[in-house]
């Protein structure tokens, strides 16, 4: 289901989509933000299509989100990330609160994104369910051109809430090693490295969501 909601940073109309195939009272939610928009990044993209059908595919209650000036979402996108930080969070209390839509109520979410969305999600607080993060390709080496001022909100690990940073050793923006050291003395961040894998993740799909599914089995368990 595609519906619009109001972004509370500024009430631009925020496109999200809606699906899932359990027909129970609750179920844990998964919300997945795309790339950068100006680049092309919208929910209509290949990491963010297969994380969304194997999620659904266990039983949660996928979202997919347009930031603001993508696909059909009102405004553009912002210079500093703030204004899509709080896209991310008006999504979020959308599904918690969850006023007019017939789905499964969340009882546990995972905030989740890949490349610009995986930043964003990460600077996203969860204190009112269950909350795990999945981030994948967050783009550590550019952080500082996409959010300039503000690069010091989306550049700190999770240190409680667990965590999967799963990312390619030939990414183009980011290397290995940044993204063993921003893992690094966190008990809660799973760090997982793909060969072969770059940024885009073209071909490596399915491995993409096998070690997601590994990680959501051996991890997530008791979450």
């Known amino acids: 289901m595609f519906t619009f909601i109001p972004s509370k940073h500024d009430a631009k109309k925020i496109q999200i989509f809606l ?4 027909n129970t009272k609750e179920a844990p939610v998964i919300i997945i933000a795309h790339p950068y928009g100006p680049l092309g990044g919208s929910m209509n993209n290949n990491v963010v299509s297969a994380v969304q059908r194997h999620f659904v595919s266990k039983g949660y209650l996928t979202c997919c989100m347009n930031f603001r000036g993508s696909g059909l979402s009102e405004g553009r996108t912002s ?4 204004a899509e930080k709080e896209d991310y969070e008006s999504v979020l209390d959308y599904l918690i609160n969850q006023e007019d839509i017939n789905y499964p109520k969340p009882n546990k979410v995972i905030l989740c994104g890949y490349s610009y ?11 009112r369910l269950p909350c795990a993060y999945l981030l994948i390709s967050i783009p550590l080496g550019v952080i500082w051109a ?10 700190r690990a999770q240190t409680t809430q ?8 030939h990414d183009q923006f980011t290397g290995t090693g940044r993204f063993s050291n921003w893992c690094q003395g966190h008990d ?17 799909e399915s491995q993409l969501v096998q070690h997601i599914e590994d990680w959501r089995r051996r991890r997530l368990n008791s979450f």
């Open 162 to 169: 667990m965590t999967l940073c799963i990312y390619g050793d």
């Open 19 to 22: 699906e899932c195939k359990v």
């Open 146 to 155: 996409l959010a300039t001022l503000k690069q010091h909100v989306f550049k």
């Open 79 to 82: 210079w500093t990330g703030i």
């Open 188 to 204: 809660n961040i799973s760090n997982q490295c793909i060969e072969g894998a770059d940024h885009f993740w073209f071909d490596y």
């Open 117 to 127: 969305g995986a930043m964003i999600a990460n600077s996203v607080e969860c204190k």
